[in-house]
Structures are given as structure tokens and as C-alpha cells.
């Protein structure tokens, strides 16, 4: 009995994998993107594998005493092996159908023509699958750990964004990174029918980069090393809410705060300084040199919970997803992509929101904005001029919601008496990494078409200094890190180098 229990145990655990993998080893990656406590996510997770372990273990423990036994140990023999080999790529059903069909001929072979071999394997098989009960507790007393881990405030104010203020009398450097905005899908091969007026009228009268040199692949890396001016190549979250990094040109790993970046030379020079932002939880990294700051992610984990949600329904949603994935894979597919377009709508509403505040307001001199548009999953559906809940829009139509949410930040800012004062900046963070969407249930027709089959790796760029009234464009090899360089010239009142 304690044997079978440890089977079921086990296997519910590695059932169950995917939808809590990120919060193994620490969770460092789900911890470092979330403002809310996991409590919640992780204890759902411990239900559903003490759950999934009872439903199987009851009918296990029946089927045991009845002749049916032998053919139950059959199908799961060739059941579990499979699963755990090819689960990571249940996306190449060719692959996994021919696997199957191999895996399936050689036990049944043995089965016929080789009993004690077959015995011997199924006894084998019966020992390792109770050994898996190690990690179906390892990974409940990780879940128990990452559930303790709370996370730093996500806002905080200024004391000018407390009370009515006199119109502010500075030059405003406004800095916005639209997460994974493309150079070559803006401008170069721009989509069939696609209109982007604000950003041609922003290009109209501002310098555009067209040969960017990306600084990295990934937000987590790219943003530290345009806000430090060094190239980061790896990031850690401790469980305390602090960062560090690591320099490709130096050993070992280095603590980050707001004192490396150019937030703390603005407040030197008289800057006020604020952030909204999403993804990378800039109060808590940067916040000793902010006096504003705002950031959220309601993003969903790898599974479809969601850290807002209830207890229930985060028992609940994966144990459906699991079901539905077993009737259609494909449509399980499509329901997860939808329930991720979701949050990030809630995430981009909420960021947008923010953003207009701060911009309204007026009051502060130096504002970082990163928004997770035109990021994926696509919210956005351009021929119905209105955002979406459902998987099925494409990376063009997210390109148009970007473009919409540029003409209201410009309409913002050049209705306020300092733009003539103001430079603006408005760049990616990295371009459109097709390589990681292509064959992901978001990935459309549309966006195949408008790839060309190709990963352009220029992220978009366009400075606008204050006054500037005439189109310049910057056509040499131009690393992206360099902004950091042109922030500062502009904090110290210089004229950029472009």
C-alpha cells in the first residue's frame, strides 16, 4: 500500500509539472515578475498533487485485487516513459506519434517472446516510479517555501504627487521602451495595410537608428544594462528582493540598485525622477534612487492560475486545463493562450492608466515608462478597433495598439507648456524574437507572413530633442546601450551625441 501511494504521489507530481515549474529551485524568475504573494498558487499546486495522487491511488489500490492488474502495469509502462520523455515536446506530435508507436512494439515484444525480461522491466519500472515520490515532496516543500516569500512594495509616491503643485519650471525627459518593438517591422517591411501615423509623425521630427545593435535577448538582462550603461548577461533575484548581476567581461556577481543607474545622476542634478513600468520590479531595485515608481505584472505563471485569483480557483483551473488536454490538445492550447491574453490585458490597462496619471500630472522631470506592448500574447484586434479576451490576434495588431498608445502619450506631452524642453526617447528593448513565438499557440498567419521566415534583430529607436523639427536618421552600426550615454549628456544639459 505504502508503495502504490508513492507511485501516485509521484506521479501526480510529474503530471502536475507544468503548471508549477517556475516555482522550483526558489522560483526566482516567477518571484522576480509578480508584486503579489504566491501564497496562493503554491498552496493550490500542494492540493492539486495531494488531489490528482488520491484519484489515482483509489482505483489503483481496486484495480490491484482484480485480473485486470497485469494490463493496468502494461499501459503504464508504456504510458510513463513516454510521458516523461517527450513532454517537453508535446508540440511535435510527429515526433511524439512515432515514439509512441516504437516505445509501444518493443514492450509488447517483450511482453510475447521475452517474459522474465519483460517481468524484470516492469519491476524495474514499479521501483523508479515509487522513487518519484522524492520529488513529488522535494517539490511540495519547495512550494511551502516559495508561498513564505513576500514581495516588496510595488508604488510609492512623491511628495509633489501628494498635493496640488505650481506648473513645473524644467526641461522633461520623457524615456518610454515598448517591449519588443521592431526597427524592421515599424519601418523596413511594414505590414500590408498597417498605419502607424503617430509614429511616422514622431519620426517626421526626431533621429531614427535604423542599424540598432541589440544588448541582449531578454528583458531581465537588456533593461539593467540600458539603465547602468554596462552589458549584463545574467540576473539573480535573491529571496529578499534584491538583484544582482553579471558582467560578461567580469567575474562573479555584482549587487544592482538604483545607485548604479542613470536614475540617481538625475537626482543629482536636480531631476525628478519616476517609473512605471512592467515586468522587472523596479521599486524594489531601483527604488533608492526614485522618488515616484509604479510597476505590475498580472501575467499568468506556466500553468493558468493567477496570483489575484482565489484558492479555488487556482485548485480548480489547472486540473481543467489537464482534462482538457487529454480530450483536445489543441483546443486546451488555445484556451491557456486566452486565459494569458487576459491578464495581460488587465496588465497593459493598468500600466496605460498609470502612465497617463504621471504624464498628466506633469510634475516629474525624468520618466521611465516600459509598457508590454507589442509584446506577446497579442491584445489587440485591429479590425475590430478594439482590445480582444481571445487567442488569435497577431504581433501587426499589437503594432497598431502601440501606435495608438503613442498618440496619446504625445498628445499628453506636447499640450503641456515644456515641450519645448522636452526630449523624448522611444526605442525596444530587444526587436520581435519570432525564434522563441513561432509554433506557440499565439503565433498566427499573420505574423508568419509579416516575419518573412526571418528573426530581424534591430530593436526600434527614435530620439526627439527638444525643439528638434526635421527628420535626421543615424545609419551605422549603433549599440543599443549607448542610450545610456545620451541620457546622461541630456541630464547635464548637454547637446546629445547621435
Known amino acids: 500500500m505504502l508503495k502504490k501511494l508513492c507511485q501516485c504521489l509521484g506521479l501526480s507530481s510529474l503530471i502536475l509539472v507544468t503548471n508549477y515549474g517556475d516555482l522550483l529551485g526558489g522560483g526566482a524568475d516567477a518571484r522576480m515578475h509578480t508584486p503579489f504573494p504566491l501564497t496562493r498558487v503554491c498552496l493550490a499546486q500542494i492540493a492539486d498533487i495531494l488531489l490528482v495522487a488520491l ?63 519483460y517481468t524484470r522491466l516492469l519491476r524495474i519500472g514499479s521501483a523508479l516510479t ?31 504627487e501628494s498635493s496640488p503643485q505650481p506648473p513645473r519650471q524644467h526641461p522633461l525627459l520623457v524615456w518610454i521602451v515598448f517591449d519588443e518593438l521592431s526597427y524592421d517591422q515599424l519601418f523596413e517591411h511594414r505590414a500590408p495595410g498597417l498605419s502607424l501615423p503617430n509614429f511616422d509623425a514622431l519620426r517626421a521630427q526626431s533621429t531614427l537608428f535604423t542599424d540598432t545593435q541589440p544588448a541582449g ?87 493558468p492560475m493567477a496570483q489575484s485569483a482565489s484558492l479555488a480557483a487556482n485548485i480548480r483551473a489547472p486540473l481543467l486545463q489537464f482534462v482538457g488536454a487529454l480530450r483536445s490538445p489543441t483546443h486546451a492550447d488555445c484556451n491557456l493562450c486566452s486565459f494569458e491574453v487576459h491578464q495581460r490585458h488587465l496588465t497593459e ?52 495598439l502601440t501606435d495608438r498608445v503613442l498618440g496619446q502619450f504625445l498628445a499628453t506631452l506636447q499640450a503641456s507648456p515644456r515641450w519645448g524642453q522636452t526630449a523624448l526617447i522611444v526605442q525596444g528593448d530587444h526587436s520581435w524574437r519570432t525564434i522563441l513565438w513561432r509554433g506557440r499557440p499565439a503565433w498566427t498567419d499573420e505574423d508568419e507572413d509579416a516575419s518573412r521566415g526571418v528573426f530581424d534583430q534591430r530593436p526600434a529607436l527614435i530620439v526627439h ?16 546601450v549607448q542610450v545610456h550615454a545620451v541620457i546622461e549628456q541630456i541630464l547635464h544639459r548637454h547637446s546629445p551625441t547621435l
Open 465 to 480: 530633442l527638444p525643439g528638434q523639427a526635421q527628420h535626421r536618421t543615424v545609419a551605422t552600426p549603433w549599440p543599443i
Open 217 to 303: 535577448l531578454h528583458t531581465v538582462t537588456v533593461l539593467p544594462s540600458l539603465l547602468t550603461g554596462s552589458l549584463i548577461d545574467g540576473v539573480r533575484f535573491s529571496f529578499h528582493n534584491r538583484l544582482s548581476v553579471h558582467h560578461p567581461s567580469e567575474p562573479g556577481w555584482q549587487p544592482i540598485a538604483g545607485a548604479d543607474t542613470v536614475f540617481a545622476d538625475a537626482e543629482r542634478n536636480g531631476w525628478r525622477t519616476a517609473v512605471v513600468g512592467w515586468y522587472n520590479p523596479y521599486c524594489a531595485i531601483y527604488g533608492d534612487a526614485l522618488q515616484s515608481c509604479y510597476w505590475i505584472n498580472h501575467d499568468m505563471l506556466d500553468g
Open 130 to 160: 515509487a522513487s518519484l515520490a522524492v520529488f513529488a515532496l522535494a517539490s511540495i516543500a519547495q512550494l511551502l517555501w516559495v508561498s513564505a516569500w513576500r514581495p516588496a512594495p510595488n508604488q510609492f509616491t512623491a511628495a509633489w
Open 349 to 400: 490597462t493598468d500600466l496605460q492608466q498609470h502612465a497617463f496619471q504621471l504624464l498628466h500630472a506633469d510634475q516629474a522631470d525624468f520618466v521611465f515608462l516600459h509598457l508590454a506592448i507589442p509584446h506577446s500574447p497579442n491584445t489587440w484586434n485591429r479590425a475590430q478597433n478594439g482590445f480582444t479576451d481571445r487567442c488569435g490576434s497577431s504581433y501587426i495588431d499589437n503594432l497598431a
Open 55 to 117: 484519484l489515482l491511488f483509489v482505483p489503483f489500490v481496486l484495480l490491484a485485487r482484480t485480473r485486470f492488474y497485469p494490463r493496468v502495469c502494461l499501459l503504464l509502462l508504456i504510458a510513463i516513459p513516454l510521458y516523461l520523455a517527450f513532454m517537453p515536446f508535446d508540440r511535435v506530435p510527429g515526433l511524439v506519434a512515432l515514439a509512441s508507436v516504437a516505445w509501444t512494439a518493443i514492450v509488447l515484444l517483450l511482453l510475447l517472446n521475452f517474459g522474465k525480461l
